[in-house]
């Protein structure tokens, strides 16, 4: 289902009205981590707005769909007529069904950072299997620069979505009073014994011969880490220098 398309720098107010499972967006622009979406559950009825997406890059958006199924697509061009879209990216609402939507309740998006001379597609995809209850909520949490480590609470949160390379080690204290500590190294093994994902990062033409081709499986820029069992987890950093940003995603009852 098409939603919109447009040339333009940002596009505000896109409003989607029935059932999705993930939002598909495509277009010819070269840096995805400038490219920004938010997404908002409105009912009509009672007025309540939901932001279950805040303002996030496209690739960070793009990888954690690529966690559930499917793969990501960074780059995609160059050289020669048939290359296609620069970037192709998922955008999860639900893991496994579309969210209900109607006329009264309904989504909101708003998407900026693109290049304001190159054309930029929304696609809503659906699927038979809806669900009438919840929805992915992304919830930001953040250190501050200075602060080499912090305890988190999971709370209802799901899902642990860590940038790669920002961080030392993290620590995941389960409900069970079980610990478990993760280097880095540890961590992109972990990525790669249990996500199907193959991320291709890289992949363009000249004179019609491949150039570059760089696949990563398990991961590209970010660590999904199941938490549905975890109480808390530590984050802890060699360096302080500058904030860190991560991700944790819960469902919310819509």
């Not at 967006?25 to 559950?41: D, Q």
């Not at 996030?56 to 050289?79: Q, T």
């Not at 597609?121 to 250190?143: H, L, P, Q, S, W």
């Amino acid at each position: 289902m098409k939603i919109a398309s447009f040339t333009a720098e940002k596009h505000s107010g896109m409003k989607i009205f029935k059932p999705v499972q993930y939002l598909h967006i495509v277009g010819n622009h070269e840096n995805l981590s400038a490219v920004r979406v938010r997404v908002r559950l409105v009912n009509s009825e009672s007025g309540r707005v939901d932001e279950i997406i805040p303002f996030i890059a496209l690739d960070v958006l793009g990888e954690v769909a690529s966690m559930n199924e499917g793969f990501f697509v960074g780059r995609n061009s160059g050289g020669v007529a048939d290359a296609g879209n620069v970037f192709a990216v998922n955008v999860m609402l639900h893991p496994s069904a579309s969210i209900y939507l109607s006329n009264d309740k309904f989504l909101e998006v708003d998407i900026e950072g693109l290049d304001s001379a190159a054309e930029t597609i929304v696609y809503g995809i659906e699927t038979a299997n809806i669900d009438k209850e919840f929805v992915c909520r992304y919830n930001k949490f953040y250190m501050s620069a200075g602060e080499l480590q912090k305890t988190f609470s999971v709370g209802e949160n799901e899902n642990l979505i860590l940038p790669k390379d920002s961080f030392e080690e993290v620590s995941l204290h389960y409900h069970n009073g079980s610990t478990c500590n993760y280097l880095m190294d540890e961590l992109k093994s972990l990525m790669m014994a249990k996500n199907d994902i193959v991320s291709v990062s890289d992949y363009h033409f000249s004179d019609g011969v491949t150039k570059a081709f760089i696949a990563q499986f398990g991961y590209r820029s970010m660590f999904g880490l199941d938490v549905s069992e975890v109480e808390s987890f530590d984050v802890r950093r060699a360096s302080a220098n500058t904030a860190f940003e991560f991700i944790l995603i819960d469902t919310l009852k819509s």
